[in-house]
C-alpha cells in the first residue's frame, strides 16, 4: 500500500515557493522518497531523497560563478552551449546574449517561471503537471520568436521519478528546430573512488572549447570509454557522448552505501553529456536529444551528429526519461 502527499511551501533558505512531494510504501516503513520543486525557477527540481538519502545537490558553484541554483534544471530549446551565440535555421538568425565567454549556455527556461497545476494522487504514485509557453507575450518569445509550448508531467513513486515530456509546436506558419535535456547536478556520495559511472553510449563527439566539431570518434580514443564502470576519481570530463538508446541505460554505482541510480530515457535522447568536475562534490550525467551547439551543427549538414528535432506546425512530440534507485546486486 502506498501513501502520498503533497504541501506548497516556502524554502527556508531563499524565500521562494516549492512543492514538495512524498510517496511512501507503507509496507517498509523507512522506503520513502520525496522530490521537491521550485516551479517559479525553471521548474527546477531541486531536491530528490530516497530511502533518507539525497541524490541531488541543490545550491553550489560551477567554475568559479556565484553560488547558484543547481538541482535539476530543464535545457529547451538549445541544450547547452550555442557557437558565437547565435544559429540560423531557414534564412532566419536567432540571437542570444551571450552568458558563457562569447556562446550562449542552457536555453531560455531554467530560470523563468512555470504554471502548474494541483498535483494528483493515484494509487501508487504523485504527478505534478507543468508547462511554460514561448508566445508573442513571453520573456523568451523576443529571442526565439517562434510560438511553442514545453508541458512537463513529473511523476513520483517510492525509488522512482519519472519525466514526461512534450513539445508542442503552436505556430502556425514556422517549423519549430529545437532540442531537450535535463542537467542533474548528482551529489558525490562517500569517496569519490566510491561512485563509479556507466554510459552505455557508441561514440565519443570531438569538440574545440567545448564545442562538438561533428565528428563521431570511436571511444578507444575517447578521453574515457564509459560502457564499463568508471570511478570518478579516475575522470575529469566535459564531454558529449552519442548513441545512447532506451535499451541501454546510464548508472550511476555508489558503492560506499551500496545503491544504484539507472538514468532510463526513450530513444528521443541520444546524447550525453558527462561532467565529472575533480574539485566538487558533485558530477553530471546529463540526457539529451540532441548535441551541444546542435542547431549550427544541423546548419552545417550534420544532422546524424547534431540530431536536431524539427516540428512542422500544429506538430507535436513526447519523450521520457526516469530515474530509479535500488540495491545493488
Known amino acids: 500500500m502506498y501513501r ?150 513529473l511523476t513520483l513513486k517510492p525509488g522512482h521519478i519519472r519525466f514526461d515530456f512534450t513539445v508542442q509546436n503552436d505556430d502556425e506558419r514556422q517549423r519549430l528546430p529545437f532540442g531537450l535535456a535535463i542537467h542533474p547536478y548528482f551529489r558525490v556520495i562517500g569517496p569519490r573512488d566510491s561512485v563509479r559511472i556507466e554510459v552505455p553510449a557508441r561514440k565519443w563527439m570531438e569538440a574545440a572549447n567545448l564545442l562538438p566539431t561533428g565528428k563521431l570518434v570511436d571511444l578507444s580514443r575517447a578521453p574515457a570509454d564509459l560502457t564499463k564502470p568508471q570511478s570518478l576519481s579516475e575522470l575529469a570530463l566535459d564531454d558529449v557522448f552519442w548513441g545512447l538508446s532506451s535499451s541501454a541505460t546510464q548508472t550511476i554505482y555508489y558503492d560506499n552505501i551500496g545503491t544504484k541510480v539507472t538514468l532510463a530515457a526513450s530513444d528521443f535522447f541520444t546524447h550525453s553529456v558527462v561532467y565529472t568536475p575533480p574539485e566538487q562534490p558533485y558530477f553530471c550525467l546529463e540526457n539529451q536529444s540532441c548535441a551541444t551547439d546542435a542547431h549550427n551543427l544541423y546548419a552545417q549538414g550534420l544532422e546524424e551528429a547534431a540530431h536536431l528535432t524539427i516540428l512542422e506546425p500544429g506538430e507535436s512530440h513526447s519523450s521520457w526519461i526516469e530515474f530509479s534507485v535500488a540495491d545493488q546486486e
Do not use: M
Request: glycine content about 6%; overall charge negative; some cysteine.
Open 4 to 153: 502520498c502527499a503533497y504541501r506548497y511551501d516556502d524554502h527556508p533558505e531563499t524565500g521562494w515557493p516549492i512543492i514538495r512531494l512524498s510517496c511512501q510504501d507503507t509496507r517498509i516503513s523507512s522506503h520513502q522518497t520525496i522530490a521537491q520543486i521550485f516551479p517559479n525557477n525553471g521548474c527546477n527540481l531541486f531536491d530528490w531523497e530516497v530511502d533518507g538519502i539525497e541524490y541531488l545537490t541543490d545550491f553550489g558553484t560551477v567554475k568559479g560563478s556565484a553560488h547558484q541554483l543547481l538541482g535539476i534544471p530543464i535545457l529547451y530549446p538549445t541544450p547547452n552551449r550555442v557557437r558565437g551565440a547565435q544559429f540560423t535555421f531557414e534564412e532566419r538568425t536567432f540571437t542570444f546574449p551571450p552568458n558563457n565567454g562569447a556562446n550562449f549556455i542552457h536555453g531560455l527556461v531554467r530560470d523563468l517561471p512555470w504554471k502548474t497545476d494541483e498535483p494528483a494522487i493515484e494509487d501508487e504514485s504523485i504527478s505534478l503537471h507543468a508547462s511554460i509557453k514561448i508566445a508573442p507575450d513571453s520573456p523568451a518569445f523576443e529571442l526565439f520568436p517562434i510560438s511553442n509550448t514545453l508541458s512537463l508531467i
